[in-house]
């Protein structure tokens, strides 16, 4: 048995799971409404204030179904009540940011400024000038989004330069030295 798929899932107060007939389970809590299908060989049941799911038949393709199925409902119990966000930082000189409206503004060593417009379900805050937060409830949206925004100028090894998540660590490498 799967050891992360035969974990429930705990309902928070203020969410409401169902799972209707063609195995689509919606999610519905403060911050929103979250859908997924599921394979008709995983069955999800609610019991009370637990989520429980199973699975059809040890078959290999059911097992790794089973754990995934469960992780992303699970997200989406997360996502609904408490929602997910990254943060970005900018480093460089001259390297900047702003937000007007639901537009991202970057200047990030370009002759021309960047301009990204948040999609559906994301919101974006710029407390300072170098650093972005993205943020929605669905997961793996907000970590796209911010791979995207990531991808405008990746971080250079040399220098050290670009965008990059929180707590990112680049490596450096050595420059070119001096001959004989």
């Not at 948040?118 to 937060?133: C, Q, Y």
């Not at 943020?135 to 405008?152: N, T, Y």
Request: a positive charge; aromatic letters at 6%; glycine letters at 10%.
């Amino acid at each position: 048995m799967s050891r992360v798929g035969k974990q429930p899932i705990a309902i928070p107060a203020g969410v409401t799971v169902t799972v209707a007939d063609d195995n689509t389970v919606m999610v519905k809590g403060p911050k929103g409404t979250l859908s997924q299908w599921v394979n008709p060989n995983i069955s999800v049941a609610q019991e009370g204030a637990v989520v429980l799911v199973t699975r059809a038949n040890d078959q290999k393709e059911n097992r790794s179904m089973h754990g995934l199925y469960r992780n992303l409902i699970f997200n989406m119990v997360t996502g609904v009540s408490a929602g997910y966000t990254k943060e970005l930082n900018i480093v460089g000189t001259g390297y900047r940011c702003t937000l007007a409206g639901k537009k991202l503004t970057l200047n990030v060593g370009y002759s021309h400024p960047v301009n990204y417009d948040a999609p559906e379900g994301i919101s974006f805050d710029v407390p300072a000038p170098n650093r972005i937060i993205v943020s929605g409830i669905d997961k793996q949206l907000v970590g796209e989004v911010a791979a995207q925004i990531r991808r405008v100028r990746e971080p250079e090894p040399y220098m050290g330069k670009g965008i990059r998540y929180l707590n990112e660590v680049v490596r450096h490498k050595e420059g070119k030295t001096a001959g004989k």
